[in-house]
């Protein structure tokens, strides 16, 4: 049995969430949950709400499940749309700043499953 959850459109680069993502992916629920609750990043707060988005999605199923035989199977983050934007530069020039955001994918699997 498996769980999904995203989050889209992200107001964080990509880049500075796969560094907290790198540290939870493959732990058990509980340990990872413990991680995130003592991790100083903005993106630890965000993967932390999505992956209780994922534990509360295995409850939408029928069957009985212990949250302490779960762990995290599969977690990645991809680029989502970019704000652009301008800023001015020396000798009247523009320089443009892209905002970037990102899409969060977890997905949690009981040990003995695949």
Same mark, same amino acid.
């Given at each position: 049995?498996?769980?999904?959850?995203?989050?889209?459109?992200?107001?964080?680069?990509?880049?500075?969430? *796969?560094?907290?993502?790198?540290?939870?992916?493959?732990?058990?629920?509980?340990?990872?949950?413990?991680? #995130?609750?003592?991790?100083?990043?903005?993106?630890?707060?965000?993967?932390?709400?999505? #992956?209780?988005?994922?534990?509360?999605?295995?409850?939408?199923?029928?069957?009985?499940?212990?949250?302490?035989?779960?762990?995290?199977?599969?977690?990645?983050?991809?680029?989502?749309?970019?704000?652009? *934007?301008? *800023?001015?530069?020396?000798?009247? *020039?523009?320089?443009?700043?892209?905002?970037?955001?990102?899409?969060?994918?977890?997905?949690?699997?009981?040990?003995?499953?695949?």
């Amino acid at each position: 049995m498996q769980a999904t959850a995203k989050a889209k459109n992200l107001k964080q680069s990509p880049y500075k969430v *796969r560094q907290i993502l790198d540290i939870v992916r493959g732990k058990n629920v509980n340990e990872a949950i413990n991680t #995130l609750k003592f991790t100083n990043k903005k993106a630890a707060k965000i993967i932390l709400k999505t #992956l209780n988005s994922a534990i509360a999605n295995l409850s939408s199923n029928d069957e009985a499940y212990d949250v302490d035989k779960f762990y995290v199977k599969t977690a990645f983050v991809d680029g989502g749309p970019m704000m652009k *934007r301008w *800023r001015a530069a020396a000798m009247g *020039r523009a320089v443009r700043i892209l905002k970037r955001s990102s899409h969060l994918t977890i997905i949690i699997s009981q040990k003995g499953s695949n």
